[in-house]
Structure formats: structure tokens, C-alpha cells
């Protein structure tokens, strides 16, 4: 797994960006083109949707041609066909309750972090903002946590918070932090200077220049910001999860057993769910940010 | 007024600006207006000289509309007020008559991003309204629409001032726009700015559009084009 660096984080390029702002285009597109463009709905839906599909077809297609034509009986462990992952991973209500449960505990965990990083990622934006000095001071250290591959201080979190949610909660903290460091930083300071001038000129004080200029404008970047760190903390769950046992059962301790029994159709299942809760927390995201700026600001791929 | 790396921007430049007068001033790119409005309102400190501006809710149209994106044009036309803290029953009444003044009735509820440049420099303009200024400051508010747009915009402020009366200071490229609507041109040339030339407009207001093609409006701005030209070398 690798963090987005700083630019990537301001810029908010991600992957999923691309997907979900294609989308939003093409409703757009279809209903500022209906008039001159003699393009139906339906044709403009098939567009978006089949291309993933033809794609996704392919994809199990080929899992299939793994399964049965590249691994031998013995072997087929390793990757079981779509259809058993299925009957086992998610038919099966004992094995898919299991994995549901972890997947809420988990998602508690990165629910607490993240919430945790906005109060901390807030504050901290808001007084790096305030005095170039506190920037100059905090920025080199955001740096260097974000640099830390997770994996490196998990001894030293356990040793000192145990082995329990706290500690996994922490793991989702310094996950999923700094993009919204950067991201509420860059957004405060992202006012033009002529409104700034404006704010000077009418004798506005530091409260109201934050109140009513740097924080409206920080908007769509915090909210950029946001999505990438809702994405993190979900990995960040996941991942304090698989390292610490103790408390509630998550997504990653289920991984982690699922492996170690050679219980091959529920790793694949509990892996999917997992993602799939990644892209739900991100379209979650997403469509808060369109709620919240989508009527005054173009929200164009973040 | 020297900036710290030792440009010299403004060199005697002196003049005043009463109440119920419109005056201009003309140069070329860089020679300092942007510059002396900013020292007029306090937004840059002078290095030397003597400057005595009412600056009792000071009207400044900057160069670009400067509107808050996030906001509407009813809620951007009222920022002032929210930062003068005029009460808040006789705002609704504020904004009504300004953005009524510039003609954007029926526009209230747009944000920025849906409004032309001119709407948007006539919202800036309804936003500086709201204070009734005493001391109007413009600093090229026109420069960026196009030519008819900026007739009649410059139709538009002529009202304005006719209407509010207020001590207005305006700069501008354009000398058609400077003789069109002032009492005063004063020519400035290139860097250090000094003024070069002073004009007295004597068209009676309220200056009709077809003023523009009359042949003494035309000798006028053929003197003031002199007077810029000669300011350039
Ligand atoms: N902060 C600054 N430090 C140093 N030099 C500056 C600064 N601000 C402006 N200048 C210089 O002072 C001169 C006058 O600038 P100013 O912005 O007042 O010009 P202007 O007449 O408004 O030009 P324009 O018509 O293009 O808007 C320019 O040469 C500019 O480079
Ligand atoms: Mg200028």
C-alpha cells in the first residue's frame, strides 16, 4: 500500500475520481446536449455501462481459465471459480454473516479514526493557516509521519497501546491524516488576494476573514481531502486490524484466519467486501461533496 | 512611493477629489494607478507624501468582480454590510436596491459561476453600492468586457454618480470611458507615474450616449491621447 504524496493529495487523482466524474458528466452532458445532439439515454447509459461490464465479464472469464485450466485439482485451492466463492463466500449465511460482522466492526474502527484525524487535521490546518511560523514548525513532522510505512511501528503501537481497538485506531489516524492536513491547508490559503484585499479593506478581523473567506473557500479541498482520508482510514481498519488481535473480530483478523485455513472462497469474498466497502465509503464522500459545494463550485474529477 | 526592491512607481503626484466629482486618471500599463489607488485606500502604505482620503466606508471596485463563488448574487451584493454590521432588517431592502441600480433584477439566486464578466463587474459594483461611499474608488473595474458592455456599463456608473453623488476616482485604459464620464481627466506617464496633463470635461451631465460621436468629444480625446503619448516619451 503507498500513501499519495503531496501533490497527488491536493491534486486529489485517484483512480475511482475518474470513474464516478465520467459518470456524473455523462448525465450532465445528456441533458445539456439532448437539444442539438440527437443522442438517446439509453444509448448514453450503455456507453457508461458497458464497457466496465464487457471488462468485468472478461476479467471472470479468465479467473475461470486459471481455475480450471491452469491450476491442477490438487492446486485449485488457490484460486476457487467464481461460482464456488460465491455459493461459499456469500450464499453461505453462517460464512457471510461472519464476514459482514467484521466488516462493521471495522468499519467502526475507521469511522473512530477518521473522525479522530478531521478533529486533529482541522485544527491543525486551521492554526498552520493562521501563522506561517506554526506551518514552518508542524510541516516538516507531517512529512516525516506520513513517510512512516505503518508497518514499521506497529511494534512500537503495540507496545505502547496494546494490541486492542486502540491501537488500530491509531493505525487509521496516522493513516489517514495528512491528506487532510494538506488538503484543509491548501484550501484556506486558496482565497484570491483581491477578496483578501476586500476583507483588509473593510477592516474585517482574523475571525471573520476565517468565518466568512478561508473556510468557505477551503471547501471543496477539505472536501477532496476528505474522500482520500475516508478511503485511508478504511485501509487503515483493516490493516490494525490484521496486526492486532484483541477486542472485536474485524475484516482483517478474518483475512488473516481465512489464509491460514486454506478457506480460499471466503479470503475471496471477505476481500471483495472489503473493497467494495472502500468504494462505498468514497461515492459516500462523493456525494456529500456534491451536496455540499456541487451548486457553486465545478467539481471536476475530485 | 518607492516599493522595497527599489522600483519607483509614483513621483509628485498630486491632485484632490471633491465631492460630486468624477475624476480620471489615464496612463500607460504599469505606471503606477493601480498603485495610487491602493495607497489612497490604505491597502499599501506611502513611503513619502501627504494623503488625506475619508475613508468612512470607502467604495473600491477592484479590477477583477472579486465575488465569493460560494455565495449567491444577493449574498455576495451584501457582504459589506455583514462586515459593517448594518442591521439586519434593512439589508433585504440593501440588496434589493443595489442589484436593482446595476440591473440584475431576477439574477438574485445565481451563483458567480452562472453570470457573464459584465454581470459579474456589475455585482461587484451593487456589492460597493450598499455602503453608499462617500469616496468611490475604481480601478479599471471595465478593463475586461468587451467594448459595448463597457459602454454601457459606463452609462451605468454615470447614473450612479449623478444618482449618489459621491467623490469618484477612476483609472482606466481607455479614453474614450475616461472622457465619457468624468468632470477631470489627469494623464499620467509611464513609470515613475507623474501627471503629465490635466483635462476639464465640460459636457453637461447627464451625458447621453451620443455624446461619444459628437465632434467635440472627439477633439477632447484626441488632446488626451496627445497628452499619453507625449507621456511616453
Ligand atoms: N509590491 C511591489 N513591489 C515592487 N514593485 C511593484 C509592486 N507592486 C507594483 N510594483 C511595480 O510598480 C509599478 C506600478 O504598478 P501598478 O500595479 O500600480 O501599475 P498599473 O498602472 O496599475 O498597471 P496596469 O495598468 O497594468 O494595471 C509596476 O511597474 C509594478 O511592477
Ligand atoms: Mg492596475
Redesign the pocket.
Known amino acids: 500500500m503507498t500513501l499519495p504524496d503531496l501533490g497527488q493529495a491536493s491534486e486529489t487523482i485517484s483512480p475511482l475520481a475518474g470513474i464516478d466524474a465520467s459518470a456524473a458528466q455523462a448525465v450532465d452532458d445528456n441533458v445539456r446536449q439532448a437539444a442539438f445532439r440527437p443522442k438517446s439515454r439509453g444509448r448514453e447509459l450503455a456507453e457508461t455501462v458497458l464497457p466496465p461490464l464487457v471488462l468485468g465479464s472478461l476479467v471472470i472469464a479468465a479467473w475461470y481459465f486459471i481455475s480450471y485450466g491452469v491450476l491442477t485439482e490438487a492446486r485449485r485451492f488457490l484460486l476457487r471459480p467464481p461460482h464456488q466463492v460465491l455459493q461459499v463466500g456469500f450464499l453461505d449465511w453462517e460464512n457471510f454473516s461472519e464476514i459482514l460482522l467484521g466488516l462493521w466492526s471495522s468499519a467502526r474502527v475507521a469511522t473512530i479514526g477518521l473522525s479522530i484525524s478531521i478533529a486533529i487535521g482541522f485544527f491543525l490546518a486551521t492554526l498552520m493557516s493562521q501563522a506561517k511560523v506554526v506551518e514552518r514548525a508542524v510541516f516538516p513532522f507531517m512529512v516525516a509521519l506520513q513517510a512512516i510505512p505503518v508497518l514499521a511501528i506497529v511494534p512500537l503501537i503495540s507496545f505502547w497501546w496494546g494490541t486492542g481497538q486502540r491501537s488500530r485506531i491509531v493505525v487509521c489516524v496516522i493513516i489517514s491524516l495528512f491528506p487532510i492536513i494538506v488538503n484543509t491547508l491548501f484550501g484556506l490559503q486558496s482565497a484570491e488576494r483581491g477578496i483578501h484585499d476586500l476583507f483588509t479593506l473593510h477592516h474585517a478581523n482574523r475571525l471573520t476573514r476565517l468565518r466568512k473567506l478561508m473556510f468557505p473557500a477551503a471547501l471543496p479541498a477539505i472536501f477532496a481531502g476528505l474522500r482520500i482520508s475516508a478511503g485511508l482510514s478504511v485501509i487503515g481498519a483493516i490493516v490494525g486490524d490484521f496486526f492486532f488481535g484483541k477486542g472485536g473480530v474485524g475484516i482483517g483478523q478474518l483475512l488473516r484466519r481465512y489464509a491460514n485455513n486454506l478457506q480460499g472462497e471466503e479470503l475471496l469474498a471477505a476481500v471483495i467486501m472489503s473493497s467494495l466497502l472502500g468504494v462505498a465509503v468514497f461515492l459516500l464522500f462523493g456525494w456529500i461533496q456534491n451536496r455540499a459545494v456541487g451548486r457553486w463550485h465545478d467539481t471536476t474529477g475530485a | 512611493m518607492t516599493?522595497?526592491?527599489g522600483?519607483e512607481?509614483l513621483r509628485d503626484v498630486s491632485f484632490s477629489v471633491d465631492k460630486k466629482e468624477f475624476v480620471t486618471v489615464v496612463?500607460?500599463?504599469?505606471?503606477?494607478?493601480?498603485?495610487?489607488l491602493?495607497i489612497a485606500s490604505g491597502l499599501l502604505e506611502r513611503t513619502s507624501g501627504e494623503l488625506e482620503v475619508d475613508r468612512d466606508h470607502l467604495g473600491y471596485v477592484f479590477?477583477d468582480s472579486t465575488l465569493l463563488p460560494w455565495r449567491t448574487v444577493t449574498d455576495n451584493v451584501l457582504l459589506l454590510a455583514e462586515l459593517h454590521n448594518i442591521p439586519l432588517a434593512d439589508r433585504k431592502q440593501l440588496a434589493r436596491d443595489a442589484i436593482d441600480l446595476v440591473g440584475l433584477t431576477g439574477f438574485e439566486n445565481h451563483y458567480p459561476k452562472s453570470l457573464s464578466g459584465g454581470m459579474k463587474m456589475r455585482v461587484s459594483l451593487a456589492r460597493t453600492l450598499t455602503l453608499k461611499p462617500p469616496v468611490f474608488l475604481f480601478?479599471?473595474p471595465f478593463g475586461a468586457v468587451d467594448e459595448i458592455t463597457r459602454e454601457h456599463l459606463n452609462e451605468e456608473t454615470q447614473k450612479l454618480f449623478l444618482r449618489e453623488g459621491f467623490a469618484g476616482l477612476f483609472?482606466t485604459?481607455s479614453i474614450g470611458e475616461a472622457v465619457f464620464m468624468s468632470t477631470r481627466v489627469l494623464v499620467m506617464s509611464a513609470?515613475p507615474?507623474r501627471i503629465v496633463a490635466e483635462f476639464v470635461v465640460p459636457f453637461d451631465y447627464p451625458r447621453k450616449p451620443e455624446l461619444r460621436f459628437d465632434p467635440e468629444f472627439s477633439k477632447l480625446s484626441g488632446e488626451v491621447s496627445h497628452a499619453l503619448r507625449g507621456g511616453y516619451g
Open positions: 516599493f522595497p526592491d522600483t512607481a496612463g500607460p500599463s504599469g505606471c503606477g494607478k493601480s498603485t495610487l491602493k479590477q480601478d479599471e483609472i485604459h513609470r507615474g
